[in-house]
């Protein structure tokens, strides 16, 4: 794969204790923990994220967005572009302001107060390392990283302007071709191709590492371990496009610049590097002028207005979590962009208390997890994967049309030597849940179980259990509890709950009302057979021109 191409053991002598003395803290598969930060870093600066205007109690506004992450930015950019007033309202903090390190973002391997959203204890994706558990008491607070618990799953999910892109691992992958009637089934491929993907991955600032660099620096060492286990079993290993500077990630790797990747800053934030969306979007949002942002703004309601247009309630948060305003607002046009959960939940509680009842049966349907599973594998002495790792992955193992998975080679970057090869996979997993309202409880619950994991890991297995056989190697069983192989208890990628052209008509607007629209990845139904939010943001790209040329001439 290359460019914006498609699908796309134990320490070395280091006791166990004394090792996680001096780890505290490590993650998974997306980005996982790496060494600390460099005493001579400057403090973190970001590109500003637009105008910092809260939103006053009783304003009118043409378009309200629901949300900051991939969806939401683009429809706000691209309806600032055409003429039209936005606000955003988001649930997290703005994540512009360093804290006492002087870094906005703190470091994986040393999760505070900014960590993890209103816990006072970590929920890390590896509970465990060598025996031990390793989550740890932090104060409570709006963190950016929330690790929503239901009754068969945790997704984690991004919380802060920026949405997803504040803590993702930046992997860029467009679908293949052949693989996009699977993933939006009443969408036309030819755009999608020809057009969105393309805008998507210019407006994302999507890149590939250089290869030659690639076959060489240390920090990458672990992923050349996955490459050659992969290949040997006749497997294909494919570059995958990311949203990191890679020519800031080569400074890093020679010692020039604060280490942002190769310090193994990404879970909890990246501080310098990666073109999270505060760099790419938003940015170009600032410019327009005609965007304001209300950080810390939760939408609890949105109800047809007597005089048109929609009524919106919104909770202004403390960052202990605490409501210290309740305010009430009149938008001409909504759009939900809160993310597959955050949109699923608050239509599906709309619905069901009356707020919005004309939405149709398919609101909260359709739901999936992308197939995410993780495991890790305990190599050979003479298979090191290296003390520094990036934690940016770059590559990825493809079986989806033998065995229907897609594998990144994720890093374990302890700061010392592990041995080991970690992964998650992206698979085909068939099962859709469910959002419904109880109301006993007053709260949405979802649907899923926990054992229809079991698919994802047997597919996953089509690739590992052939590697270990091949190698004479074994599945890590200390990352995920105690004597546990599979990562099967979460997602990074939730998707549907809002399925386009079900839910919505076939650009997102919501039946039953006008002006209502779904711009996020709860469009999408469950899988993309990568990772999602290229998807997303081309999806938003093809939504709101049409939602602009036609809505917006009315």
Known sequence: MSGTTTHNANPDGVSRRRFLAGTSSILGAVALAGHGTPARAATAR??????????????????????????????????????????????????????????????????????????????????????FPIDKNIPKYTGILDAEEFAGIIVYQGRGVGGGSLVNGGMAVTPKRENFAAVLPSVNADEMYSTYYPRANAGLGVGLIDPAWFDTVDCYQFARVGRKHAQRSNFPFVFVPDVYDWDYMKQEAAGTVPKSAVAGEILYGNNYGKKSLQKTYLSQIKNTGRVTISPLHQVTSVSPASGG???????????????????????????????????????????????????????????GDNGNVMCGRANHLW??????????????????????????????????????????????????????????????????????????????????????????????????????????????????????????????????????????????????????FVTITALAERNIEQIIATDLRR
Request: hydrophobic residues 35%; neutral net charge.
């Open 46 to 131: 970001l590109a500003p994220s637009g105008a910092a205007a809260v939103i006053s109690d009783g304003a009118q506004v043409p378009a309200l967005v629901i949300g900051t992450g991939y969806g939401g930015c683009v429809a706000a950019l691209r309806l600032a572009q055409a003429g039209v007033d936005v606000h955003m309202a988001e649930m997290g903090m703005a994540w512009d302001t360093p804290g006492p390190d002087g870094k906005i973002f703190c470091n994986t391997t040393s999760p505070d107060n900014r960590s993890y959203w209103l816990r006072t204890r970590t929920k890390q994706p590896l509970s465990n390392f060598l025996g």
């Open 309 to 367: 247009g929609y009524t919106v309630t919104l909770n202004q948060l403390s960052t202990g979590g605490d409501t210290v305003a309740t305010k009430t607002v009149t938008a001409t046009r909504v759009f939900f962009a809160a993310g597959s959960v955050g949109t699923s939940k608050l239509l599906t509680r709309l619905k069901a208390t009356g707020a919005l009842p004309a939405l149709n049966s398919e609101i909260g349907k359709g739901w």
């Open 383 to 532: 298979d090191p994967t290296g003390k520094v790792q990036a934690s940016i992955p770059c590559g990825g193992i493809d079986n989806w049309a033998a065995g229907g998975a897609f594998s990144e080679v994720a890093p374990l970057p302890t700061g010392i030597e592990t041995y080991a090869s970690f992964y998650l996979s992206i698979t085909r997993n068939p099962h859709r849940a469910e959002f419904n309202w109880n109301a006993g409880a007053n709260r949405v619950d979802l649907s899923w179980q926990k054992d229809w994991k079991q698919d994802s890991i047997t597919m996953a297995k089509s690739i590992f259990d052939k590697i270990n056989a091949k190698e004479g190697t074994i599945y890590r069983t200390d990352l995920f509890g105690t004597d546990k192989i599979w990562g099967d208890h979460l997602t990074y990628h939730p998707l549907g709950g809002a399925v386009l052209n079900k839910a919505t008509d076939n650009y997102g607007r919501l039946h039953g009302y006008s002006g209502l629209y779904v711009i996020d990845g709860a469009l999408i139904p469950g899988n993309t057979s990568v990772n999602p």
